[in-house]
């Protein structure tokens, strides 16, 4: 059993990477910086939202390589150049090609990947 609960975090200002005029938020030193606030909440495990770009070592084998700007606009790894909210909010599934590739290269990430865009049904 599952239980979610809001809270509002503050991001560490040295959690902010930029490249060029983009910011990115580091995912992964993001998430170590939290770390600490984890049994502070009382809870298991923490998941983070955010409407910011994100630069991680797992995003990037994971998605970034294959990202594509074409429909199907549902995909996680659908590009979303203009940051379209209804996008970044919307029910979200793997396209065929995109399942294709991550089932064959990654099987046990893809499940979980899987696992993780359920939680939003
Ligand atoms: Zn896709």
Redesign the pocket.
């Known amino acids: 059993m599952f239980g979610f609960e809001i809270v509002d975090l503050s991001v560490p200002v040295d959690t902010w990477h930029m490249e060029g005029n983009k910011r990115y938020l580091d995912a992964d030193w993001f998430a170590e910086r939290l770390a600490p606030q984890i049994s502070q909440l009382g809870v298991h495990y923490m998941s983070a939202i955010v409407d910011e770009w994100m630069a991680c070592d797992i995003a990037d084998y994971l998605m970034d390589e294959d990202s594509?700007e074409k429909p199907?606009r549902d995909?996680p790894?659908?590009y979303n150049p203009q940051r379209k909210l209804e996008v970044l909010t919307g029910r979200q599934k793997?396209?065929k090609?995109?399942t294709d590739k991550l089932r064959a290269a990654h099987p046990e990430e893809f499940k979980a990947l899987n696992m993780i865009l359920a939680a939003f049904d």
């Open positions: 594509h199907p995909c790894n659908y793997f396209c090609l995109c």
